[in-house]
């Protein structure tokens, strides 16, 4: 990344309208094919501000406040991982974004997702809590879990 800048650029707010009318609120900076960036529980957008920088050059990022949080409206009644996988689904299909990138608690959603939504290609993860135990064999035989997919076929899962 020689050459690149990694300082704050500044982000242009936006939002989408959820299915039951809720704000999703999100910064978008850079240019390029469209990655989603999806926080944690106690977490903003404002956290993804390097990232996003570093990104800018060759993506299109955008970074949304989860409901409760920052731009977005409140979580509300039935709030739970679905409506949050629906927010997500939301913002791609106004976006036309392809690429999701989840941290922490927002990995689980974007893995769970990407389960779901056939619209996301390309999904990376850092640091899901997750546990698995370590009696816990690949069906491939070498590291790593293969998890099958709702929409059919096998996700790799690494083991680190």
Request: proline letters at 5%; charged letters at 20%; aromatic letters at 4%.
């Amino acid at each position: 990344m020689s050459g690149k800048s990694l300082t704050a650029t500044a982000a242009e707010l936006g939002e989408v309208r959820a299915d039951d009318g809720t704000r999703i609120g999100y910064r978008r900076t850079g240019r390029g094919p469209a990655v989603v960036l999806v926080h944690g529980a106690m977490m903003t957008s404002q956290l993804f501000e390097g990232l996003a920088a570093a990104l800018a050059a060759d993506f299109t990022v955008y970074s949304p406040d989860r409901r409760g949080r920052g731009l977005s409206g409140p979580t509300g009644p039935g709030y739970g991982i679905g409506t949050e996988i629906a927010d997500l689904a939301v913002l791609l299909r106004e976006t036309g974004a392809h690429n999701v990138f989840g941290l922490s608690s927002g990995a689980l959603i974007s893995l769970n997702a990407a389960l779901e939504l056939p619209e996301i290609r390309k999904l990376a993860l850092y640091e899901p809590p997750l546990a698995v135990p370590r009696t816990a064999r690949c069906r491939s035989g070498g590291h790593g879990t293969n998890v099958r997919s709702r929409r059919g076929g096998w996700v790799r899962r690494s083991s680190v």
